[in-house]
């Protein structure tokens, strides 16, 4: 069976094209990925010399192609004067309300100790009234009863003395009188004490009580100035927070600012750096469209091989016509020898005797190719003897 194939293939350069892409493709397919530059590559336990010498290439050309687009990588924005002012800010405000809380502190135990020393109870009263007492009491009361016993002395004196002048000195009413005046004066002497003892204590007492007064007063005044001082601590704590938010505010815009200007610069320099692959994209754009309008194309027309009968009738009809040939053009020499007039089929009769012997040439080379085709066809031949009266039933 005969197979015609007809193939409408595109233009030659689009055929290069299309074979140097598959080439491409088929060879970016084997290189091993790698993430790494070529100083982070070691040959591993197993690994072969080959697939670690196609891993150090590609560890080569990743460092290459990370070292041309250095300028496309990513940045960002350093720290801005006022951020790094802010932050400078906020570090040395960190723990700056200690001092204040220390003073707060000794302000409180200063109010305790203020405080401290005032005892509870009669016994303790009264020895806090003792440290109240007065050093001089004790003269003033020793001066106030040797006047006193001045001032009974003259008097009983006096009393004598009258006595005498009435003659009674020495009389039993006299002693009564002298002894009353003395028991008196003892009585008064003795509350004249008293009354300067009593005097002196609720002197003590008083400035004991003033004392405790003024303790609570200065207490209370430290207690109020260690608030004031831990309210002064909380104040510059939060008014540094306001520096600190206000300074990264303006900081973050300046920081956005620069951040901005160094993504138009990449943006830039990414352009510059993709000009060559945007017009190779858009040449390959206009490659497609030229190979979408040649597409490959394949016919293929099936013509069934002849029978052996067929190619040895058509192998008869063409010796027939070659015999015919021959007797046309070999008329005056077939004549001279006796012609074909005797044949009432006008045939040649030695082309025929000569096909029929077997010793024709023509005959013996037409079998020789049939014999070649149906051995390519893998069928087997007829013999020649077979071919031969074939053949003659052709030409009769």
């Known amino acids: 069976m005969a197979v015609q194939t007809v193939q409408n293939l595109p233009a030659q350069f689009i055929q290069d094209i299309g074979k140097d892409l598959a080439t491409q ?22 690994e072969t010399p080959e697939d670690f010498k196609a891993r150090q290439s590609a560890a080569q050309q990743f460092t290459t192609r990370q070292q041309s687009l250095s300028g496309l990588a990513p940045q960002v924005a350093g720290q801005d004067a006022l951020q790094a002012q802010a932050q400078n800010i906020a570090q040395a405000g960190v723990g700056s309300f200690a001092p204040f809380l220390t003073q707060a502190q000794q302000a409180a135990t200063d109010a305790g100790t203020a405080l401290g ?4 109870g009669a016994q303790a009263f009264q020895q806090g009234v003792q440290d109240f007492m007065s050093p001089f009491q004790s003269q003033v009361i020793d001066a106030s009863l040797a006047e006193f016993d001045r001032n009974q002395q003259i008097q009983e004196q006096q009393i004598r003395d009258q006595q005498a002048s009435l003659g009674v000195l020495g009389a039993g009413r006299a002693g009564v009188q002298l002894a009353e005046f003395g028991t008196g004066a003892a009585r008064e002497r003795a509350l004249l004490q008293a009354g300067l003892l009593q005097q002196g204590f609720g002197q003590a007492a008083a400035a004991r009580q003033q004392d405790i007064a003024n303790r609570g007063a200065l207490a209370a005044q430290q207690q109020g100035l260690g608030a004031f001082q831990a309210g002064l601590g909380a104040q510059q704590q939060a008014a540094t927070g306001t520096d600190i938010s206000r300074l ?3 900081g973050a815009l300046n920081q956005a600012q620069a951040q901005a200007q160094l993504d138009a610069s990449r943006e830039a320099a990414r352009q510059a750096t993709f000009l060559p692959q945007q017009q190779l994209d858009r040449f390959a754009g206009q490659v497609t469209g030229l190979m979408g309008g040649y597409p490959a194309q394949t016919q293929q027309t099936v013509t069934p091989n002849p029978s052996p009968l067929q190619t040895a009738l058509g192998v008869g009809t063409t010796l027939a016509g070659i015999y015919g040939t021959i007797k046309g053009a070999s008329a005056p020499r077939l004549f001279s020898e006796g012609g074909r007039t005797g044949y009432a089929e006008g045939t040649d009769k030695k082309g025929i005797m000569k096909v029929a012997s077997g010793n024709d040439p023509l005959l013996i080379d037409e079998y020789n190719k049939y014999v070649f085709e149906m051995e390519e066809m893998g069928k087997e031949p007829m013999s020649f003897e077979q071919f031969k009266m074939m053949v003659l039933s052709g030409q009769g």
């Not at 790698?34 to 982070?40: D, E, L, P, Q």
């Not at 020393?117 to 509870?120: D, N, Q, T």
């Open 248 to 250: 990264g505010q303006l």
């Open 25 to 46: 493709i088929t060879a970016q397919s084997g290189v091993p990925i790698v993430s790494t530059g070529i100083a982070g590559i070691s040959q591993q336990p197993g």
């Open 117 to 120: 020393g005032v005892g509870l």
